[in-house]
Each structure stands twice: as structure tokens, then as C-alpha cells.
T-cell receptor
Framework: DSGVTQTPKHLITATGQRVTLRCSPR?????VYWYQQSLDQGLQFLIQ???????AKGNILERFSAQQFPDLHSELNLSSLELGDSALYFC???????????FGPGTRLTVL | GQQVMQIPQYQHVQEGEDFTTYCNSS?????IQWYKQRPGGHPVFLIQ?????EVKKQKRLTFQFGEAKKNSSLHITATQTTDVGTYFC??????????FGTGTRLTVIP
């Protein structure tokens, strides 16, 4: 158990819909990262937040957005969903910057 | 842009054989980390290398960081079925960014 929690574990929705994925980092960690992992793919970095502020952006689509709240939990919002958005979405946290990252169990999103 | 490439993408070995995955960066890294993701699981931190030429061992796993701090390798001696999974390297640049490699998926045939 990494100490990072993600909800929900599974999400099944239809094209065009919007969903919100939630992540709670390990106690004391200020940085939160979001990754997308499609079948047989590596980890695609989406976005990083540090202490509530956006720190770095990766290959995040305009239909996707994220935020980190004062209690440091983070949400990833995916809108106008397409079939190709079906993937595992991981959240990771670290103490500060790019320290060791601790990954949550992931949310498996299926878009039908 | 910054890229971290790993080879091979896939590797099948007989149980007991050795395995090596290589990680190469287009730019100098301040440190490199290695992660393992078991099938159906999430990436788990294995180790971090910081110094040029550094070598670290964890039981049957040997990690190396190149002299130029642009490449790294993970070598597993006498693989076991428990070694199955995808191994990722992740390199940190001085610009405070961590770039994950493309991963090497290891299959161990009993």
C-alpha cells in the first residue's frame, strides 16, 4: 500500500460524457502527478501540481483539466469523452519536486 | 524535447536466464529512478541513482548509472517468475522534471 488513494477504482461511461477522478496523496506529500496508461503503453505524463499550483504540463488534452485543492487532494476532469480515452489513470505523489513518486492503484476508465 | 528511451520494449526469457533493460536520455540527468509495474498493478519505486558511474545492487538486481549521466541499466541475474512485469526508468533533469521511459515488459517462461 503506497498511501496514495484513488477513487473510483473503475468507471464505465459513454462517449461525450464527463467524469472526475479523485486522488489523495500520501500524508505530507505536496506534489501530485497524473498519468495515463493505455493498453500496452507506457506512462504518459499529463500534469503535475505542487501545493495547489500547476507545476508542469505534459501531453494533456484540452478536454482534460485538473486541480489540487487546499487539503492537497487532486481531481482530474475528463470531458467530451472519446473511445480513445479508455485507459488506466494513475495518480502519484511525492514530497516536493520530482522525488520518488508513490503511485496510487489507478482508476480504470472505460468509454463505451 | 526531452526523451527517455528504453530498450528492449519486450523481453521473453526462460526462468534462470539473465535480463537487462537499457535506458537512454537525450540530455544529462541529475538522477535516475527505476520502477516496476506488475501485471494489473501500479508502478512501484525500486531505486534511485544519483552519482556518475554509480552501481547499486538489490539482491539479484543490479542498477547502473552511466558516467555521462545519460544512460542507465537494470540487470536481473537468474530471473524468477516473480520478476515478471514492466520496468520503467525515470530521469530527472535539472529543470525539475521527471521523464518516464517507455518501459520494458519482461515475461519469464517457467
Amino acid at each position: 500500500d503506497s498511501g496514495v488513494t484513488q477513487t473510483p477504482k473503475h468507471l464505465i461511461t459513454a462517449t461525450g460524457q464527463r467524469v472526475t477522478l479523485r486522488c489523495s496523496p500520501r500524508s505530507g506529500d505536496l506534489s501530485v502527478y497524473w498519468y495515463q496508461q493505455s493498453l500496452d503503453q507506457g506512462l504518459q505524463f499529463l500534469i503535475q501540481y505542487y501545493n495547489g499550483e500547476e507545476r508542469a504540463k505534459g501531453n494533456i488534452l484540452e478536454r482534460f483539466s485538473a486541480q489540487q485543492f487546499p487539503d492537497l487532494h487532486s481531481e482530474l476532469n475528463l470531458s467530451s469523452l472519446e473511445l480513445g480515452d479508455s485507459a488506466l489513470y494513475f495518480c502519484a505523489s511525492s514530497r516536493r519536486g520530482p522525488d520518488t513518486q508513490y503511485f496510487g492503484p489507478g482508476t480504470r476508465l472505460t468509454v463505451l | 524535447g526531452q526523451q527517455v528511451m528504453q530498450i528492449p520494449q519486450y523481453q521473453h526469457v526462460q526462468e534462470g536466464e539473465d535480463f537487462t533493460t537499457y535506458c537512454n536520455s537525450s540530455t544529462t540527468l541529475s538522477n535516475i529512478q527505476w520502477y516496476k509495474q506488475r501485471p494489473g498493478g501500479h508502478p512501484v519505486f525500486l531505486i534511485q541513482l544519483v552519482k556518475s558511474g554509480e552501481v547499486k545492487k538489490q539482491k539479484r538486481l543490479t542498477f547502473q548509472f552511466g558516467e555521462a549521466k545519460k544512460n542507465s541499466s537494470l540487470h536481473i541475474t537468474a530471473t524468477q517468475t516473480t520478476d515478471v512485469g514492466t520496468y520503467f526508468c525515470a530521469g530527472e533533469t535539472g529543470a525539475n522534471n521527471l521523464f518516464f521511459g517507455t518501459g520494458t515488459r519482461l515475461t519469464v517462461i517457467p
